[in-house]
């Protein structure tokens, strides 16, 4: 057809990967952001007790670094089409939203980042989280509203693959909750469950998450973000530059 599309991951639907992981309360974030020795994805026997072996197996996941020292490897996505897939399914079932209005969600986000239009941004994030039905709480994961409201935003912050997206960059002081780079601008956001948006951005500037951006022509922008458990959305949001 002469056209560039997602054909690979169209190809079959990884709905028993999902329940699986569905299944075995895996949190993805934690998943990609460990090293492994092979031992723990490249046995043949992979079954529901070891989803990371099947997720490997199956091309989900593949090796992104190696530590020849330690012996050990690093997962992850192999590239933006599976990574935006699965996600997009991940966020359909975790938090009951449509695909196509989580991704319609997804291209409005993107076009106000671009823009700069930190207000619409707050609101849209804001709305977003209200808008999740309650019987999605019902999950496990979500009885434990810190785990709950991690997982959603790395789901969010993975389906905005048209930016460098960059979740708990160390630095010398700390990591960063998010860093979001785009052409113009560079967007650190710190979040704080039950806090204050003082207190998070108090924290961006203590452990001078933007530092390493001293020199970057680029204009910085530092938010603080308050989620409160209750509302189950944003309480509060503060903006420095």
Not at 87 to 94: E, F, G, K, R, T
Not at 118 to 125: I, K, P, T
Request: contains cysteine; negative net charge.
């Amino acid at each position: 057809k002469l056209k560039l599309d997602n054909y690979w991951y169209k190809s079959g639907t990884p709905t028993y990967l999902v329940k699986l992981l569905e299944g075995h309360h895996v949190n993805m974030q934690k998943l990609t952001s460990r090293p492994y020795e092979s031992q723990y994805f490249v046995d043949y026997r992979a079954d529901a007790e070891n989803p990371l072996a099947m997720l490997y197996q199956s091309g989900y996941l593949t090796i992104k670094g190696y530590d020849k020292h330690y012996g050990e490897y690093t997962l992850d996505y192999p590239n933006v089409e599976v990574r935006k897939g699965f996600v997009a399914l991940m966020a359909n079932s975790y938090l009951k939203k449509d695909e196509s209005e989580a991704a319609y969600w997804i291209v409005n986000l993107d076009r106000m980042l671009r823009c700069g239009e930190l207000d619409e941004v707050r609101d849209a994030f804001t709305a977003f989280l209200a808008s999740i039905p309650y019987e999605a709480n019902k999950d496990e994961r979500a009885k434990d509203f810190e785990t709950h409201f991690q997982y959603t935003f790395y789901i969010i912050f993975r389906l905005l693959s048209c930016y460098t997206t960059l979740i708990e960059k160390q630095n010398s002081k700390g990591r960063a909750d998010v860093i979001i780079e785009s052409d113009n601008d560079i967007y650190i956001f710190e979040f704080k469950l039950d806090g204050s948006a003082e207190e998070a951005l108090k924290q961006i500037e203590d452990k001078q998450y933007a530092l390493p951006y001293l020199n970057d022509s680029r204009t910085l922008h530092k938010i603080g973000v308050n989620i409160s458990s209750e509302s189950r959305t944003v309480d509060g949001w503060l903006e420095a530059k």
